[in-house]
Antibody
Framework: QVQLVQSGAEVKKPGASVKVSCKAS????????IHWVRQAPGQGLEWMGW????????DYAQKFQGRVTMTRDTSISTAYMELSRLRSDDTAVYYC??????????????WGQGTLVTVSS | DIVMTQSPDSLAVSLGERATINCKSS????????????LAWYQQKPRQPPKLLIY???TRESGVPDRFSGSGSGTDFTLTISSLQAEDVAVYHC?????????FGPGTKLEIK
């Protein structure tokens, strides 16, 4: 069965960077884009960007341009999201999600369990 | 960016009764070339990721019970649960996937009365 398993919770100081991993199993990793979506405490969902695991191509939301880097390691079917220059308002649960196959760009059928990133001095 | 709003913020409904959640977009999400509304609904239970319920505004994802239905077009949409079950307690999010970036509503919390 399809699974996306994310790395564990992180606590970071303002100005630091965090790198979250998302290990895929149960399907061909290079066949589906991986997106990242975050959710601040008590808030709605916010799209951050995607990576094409086959080519390594990426696209980031304008809000995160210059601070986010999405990469992948096809040998271990894992995608990564690194966010730098962390601020307190980056405290959130970060999800990876697999793009659902179809005639659209932003619809997701499988999600990771989420990784809580806490930014605090 | 397209702004999504939802109403109400929270809702308490008795078991077996109907629950209705509304979603409004600041820009039409109807593509006239294919007559499809790029609007989805997700269900999120506590400490779980979102789960896709409905896409194209009214198409149920595989495995989703038929008590869940979606309707609407253009800028105004509705999610209806025809007969509320205990396991339906969750936050429900609408999302547009018509334009980049995809955007979500703030969520509606559904509880049992």
């Amino acid at each position: 069965q399809v699974q996306l398993v994310q790395s564990g919770a992180e606590v970071k100081k303002p100005g630091a960077s965090v790198k979250v991993s998302c290990k895929a199993s149960g399907y061909t990793f290079t066949g589906y884009y991986i997106h990242w979506v975050r959710q601040a405490p008590g808030q709605g969902l916010e799209w951050m960007g995607w990576i094409n695991p086959n080519s390594g191509g990426t696209d980031y939301a304008q809000k995160f341009q210059g601070r986010v880097t999405m990469t992948r390691d096809t040998s271990i079917s894992t995608a990564y999201m690194e966010l730098s220059r962390l601020r307190s308002d980056d405290t959130a649960v970060y999800y990876c999600a697999r793009l659902r196959v179809g005639d659209y760009d932003f619809l997701w059928d499988y999600w990771g369990q989420g990784t809580l990133v806490t930014v605090s001095s | 960016d397209i702004v999504m709003t939802q109403s109400p913020d929270s809702l308490a409904v008795s078991l077996g009764e109907r629950a209705t959640i509304n979603c409004k977009s600041s820009h039409s999400v109807l593509d006239s070339s294919n007559n499809k509304n790029y609007l989805a609904w997700y269900q999120q239970k506590p400490r779980q990721p979102p789960k896709l319920l409905i896409y194209w505004a009214s198409t149920r994802e595989s495995g989703v019970p038929d008590r869940f239905s979606g309707s609407g077009s253009g800028t105004d949409f509705t999610l209806t649960i025809s007969s509320l079950q205990a396991e339906d307690v969750a936050v429900y999010h609408c999302q547009q996937y018509y334009l980049t970036p995809p955007t979500f509503g703030p969520g509606t919390k559904l509880e049992i009365k």
